[in-house]
């Protein structure tokens, strides 16, 4: 049962432009989105988070957006920089709960 | 400014074996939590400790024991090593209050053979 879901194993886009990643999830108890960034043989870098009372967050280049009906995020990166390529993890809680569920991941190519 | 250190960075392992992963934390953190990475598979919990002297069983717990130590030091036991558990493990730690994010070691790369 994977109730966070990232439907993409991987995106290329192009130096400049706008990267869109996806995030879908199934469990209405969810109240709390969190973004990472994972880098070869690093760990996850926390990136940025939206509680379910907001719908989108921005915090220079990256926004995230929520749509709570159709449980769905995105992670929004303008402009995309080489340094973006990487591993993003989509992840989600609930109040209390103190625990994360995680995406499958989408590896984020910026091509030159 | 270390944040969270995990020990080994790899190991290998025949099967059979056992091995326990370290891992510590210097930003006073309540909770920490231990979690495997596979290719397409993102990260499992596999147990978290909300507090010193508590832990608590996540998604895949077979196989694994965690002692909490302390509060900085939270470490991972293979008992008997299998090949199924040949993946890279992550620890991680939080504050408790409301929801806030975890922050992540480096990882501990496991092979068995």
């Known amino acids: 049962d994977q109730q966070v879901k990232q439907n993409s194993p991987s995106l290329s886009v192009q130096e400049g432009r706008i990267s869109i990643l996806n995030c879908d999830y199934t469990?209405?108890?969810?109240?709390?989105f969190l973004w990472y960034k994972k880098y070869p043989a690093e760990g996850p870098t926390f990136l940025i988070s939206i509680s379910s009372i907001k719908d989108k967050n921005e915090d220079g280049r990256f926004t995230v957006f929520l749509n709570k009906s159709a449980k769905h995020l995105s992670l929004h990166i303008v402009p995309s920089q080489p340094g973006d390529s990487a591993v993003y993890f989509c992840?989600?809680?609930?109040?209390?709960?103190?625990?994360?569920?995680f995406g499958q991941g989408t590896r984020l190519t910026i091509n030159p | 400014n270390a944040g969270v250190t995990q020990t080994p960075k790899f190991q290998v392992l025949k099967t059979g074996q056992s091995m326990t992963l370290q891992c510590a934390q210097d930003?006073?953190?309540?909770?920490m939590y231990w979690y495997r990475q596979d290719p397409g598979m993102g990260l499992r919990l596999i147990y978290y400790?909300?507090?010193?002297?508590?832990?608590d069983k996540g998604e895949v717990p077979n196989g694994y024991n965690v002692s909490r130590l302390n509060k900085r030091e939270f470490s991972l036991r293979l008992e008997s090593a299998a090949p199924s558990q040949t993946s890279v493990y992550f620890c991680a730690s939080s504050e408790d209050r409301g929801n806030q994010p975890q922050h992540f070691g480096d990882g501990t790369r496991l092979s068995i053979l």
């Open positions: 930003m006073n953190h309540n909770s």
């Open positions: 992840a989600a809680s609930h109040a209390g709960a103190q625990k994360l569920v």
């Open positions: 469990n209405s108890m969810f109240d709390y």
């Open positions: 400790s909300a507090s010193e002297g508590t832990t």
